[in-house]
C-alpha cells in the first residue's frame, strides 16, 4: 500500500511529488499518456521564475521529475479509469495492470486545450500553432496572427497579442461572438484586431519554417480563402481531465473539481486536486507548481492525521 499516489506529471503533480518524497512519504506517480503535460507542447518557457533566459517546456519538466525522483518519488505509466472511494484505502484500477492502494491520493491530471482536429493543426504545435498566448506570444512580436475562437478567452488572447503581433485577426464560425460584452468591447475598440466573423476554420496551412496561412470556409457565400499568417493561437476553450472520476468528486458544471475554498481538499477526505484539472482561471505552470506544493502539505496533513486547514475560516478572525 502506498502513503500516497499522485496521479498526472505536469508541473502540479511534479511539485507534489517532490514535496511528498521530501517529506518521507515515498509517493508513487502515475503518468498518463502526455507525461510533463501541456508544457510538454510548448517550446521555451520564458515566464517560470528562475530562468533568467528561459528554459524550453520538455527541459524544465524532465528536471521537476529528476528532482523528484532524487528524493524518492517511483513513477509509473498507467491510465487511471476507477477510484473506489467508499473505503480507505482508496483502491486505483489502472488499465492493464494490478489495483494501487492508497492512504492519499492527489489528482493532477490537468486540462486539455480543446483543438479543432483540422487537418495541419497538430502537425504544426510549436510552428506557429498554439494553444496559450501567454505562453508563445512573445514569439510573435512584429508579426500577423490569428485567433479562433468567439469566447472570453479568444478575446482576452487576442487582446494581449496586440502587445506583441501586428494585426490580430478574430476567426470565429458564428457571426454572433459568445464573449461577454465588456470583453467583446475590449476586443472591438483595439485598434489592432481585425475580424473574420462567419468563417470555419478547415486547414492549417504550413511551409517549410511553418505556418503561413489558415483556409477558411465563408458560411455564408461557401468561399474558401486562405488568410495569410505567421501565427495561429486556438482559443475554444479548455477541458479538465475528469472524465475517469466517474463523477466521485464534486465538479462544476465544465467538469473542474472542486476544492475547499485555500486548500486542495476535495469532498472526499483524502483527496486532494491540483493544478489546471482545478483551476479554470489561471492555468499558469507557475500556479499548478504552487497548488501542487499546497497539496503534498494537505495530504502530509491529513494522514498525521490532522485536520487540513481551511484558510476561509481564518479570514477575518
Ligand atoms: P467558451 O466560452 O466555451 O467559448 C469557446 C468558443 O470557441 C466559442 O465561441 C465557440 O464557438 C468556439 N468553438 C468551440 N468549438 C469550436 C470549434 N470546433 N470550431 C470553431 N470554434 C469553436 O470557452 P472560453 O472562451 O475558453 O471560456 C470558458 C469560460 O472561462 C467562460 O465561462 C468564460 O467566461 C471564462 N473566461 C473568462 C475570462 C475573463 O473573464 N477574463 C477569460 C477567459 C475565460 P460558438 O460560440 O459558436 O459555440
Not at 478575446?155 to 457571426?175: C, G, P, Q, S, W
Not at 459568445?178 to 492549417?204: C, F, H
Request: hydrophobic content about 35%.
Amino acid at each position: 500500500m502506498h502513503k500516497a499516489v499522485v496521479i498526472g506529471t505536469g508541473p502540479s503533480g511534479l511539485t507534489a511529488a517532490i514535496y511528498l518524497a521530501r517529506a518521507n512519504l515515498e509517493p508513487l506517480v502515475i503518468e498518463g499518456p502526455q507525461p510533463g503535460g501541456q508544457l510538454t507542447i510548448t517550446t521555451d518557457v520564458e515566464n517560470f521564475p528562475g530562468f533568467p533566459d528561459g528554459i524550453m517546456g520538455p527541459e524544465l519538466m524532465d528536471n521537476m521529475r529528476k528532482q523528484a525522483e532524487r528524493f524518492g518519488a517511483k513513477f509509473m505509466t498507467g491510465w487511471v479509469n476507477k477510484i473506489d472511494h467508499t473505503n480507505r484505502p482508496f483502491k486505483l484500477s489502472l488499465e492493464g495492470s494490478e489495483e494501487i492502494e492508497a492512504e492519499s491520493v492527489i489528482i493532477s491530471t490537468g486540462a486539455s486545450a480543446k483543438l479543432l482536429g483540422i487537418p495541419g493543426e497538430t502537425e504544426n504545435m510549436g510552428r506557429g500553432v498554439s494553444a496559450c498566448a501567454t505562453c508563445d506570444g512573445f514569439f510573435f512580436r512584429g508579426k500577423k496572427v490569428i485567433v479562433i475562437g468567439g469566447g472570453d478567452s479568444a478575446m482576452e488572447e487576442a487582446n494581449f497579442l496586440t502587445k506583441f503581433a501586428t494585426d490580430v485577426k478574430i476567426v470565429h464560425r458564428r457571426n454572433e461572438l459568445r464573449a461577454s460584452k465588456i470583453m467583446q468591447d475590449y476586443a472591438r475598440k483595439n485598434e489592432k484586431v481585425s475580424w473574420g466573423l462567419d468563417k470555419t476554420p478547415i486547414e492549417v496551412v504550413a511551409g517549410e519554417h511553418g505556418v503561413t496561412g489558415l483556409k477558411v470556409k465563408d458560411n455564408e457565400s461557401g468561399q474558401e480563402e486562405i488568410i495569410e499568417t505567421d501565427g495561429i493561437f486556438v482559443a475554444i476553450g479548455h477541458r479538465p481531465n475528469t472524465d475517469f472520476l466517474n463523477g466521485i468528486l464534486e465538479t462544476d458544471d465544465v467538469g473542474y473539481i472542486q476544492v475547499k475554498p485555500g486548500t486542495t481538499q476535495t469532498n472526499v477526505e483524502g483527496i486532494f486536486a491540483c493544478g489546471d484539472v482545478q483551476d479554470k482561471i489561471y492555468r499558469q505552470a507557475i500556479t499548478a507548481a504552487g497548488s501542487g506544493c499546497m497539496a503534498a502539505l494537505d495530504a502530509e496533513k491529513f494522514l498525521e492525521g490532522n485536520v487540513v486547514h481551511d484558510w476561509s475560516q481564518s479570514i477575518g478572525s
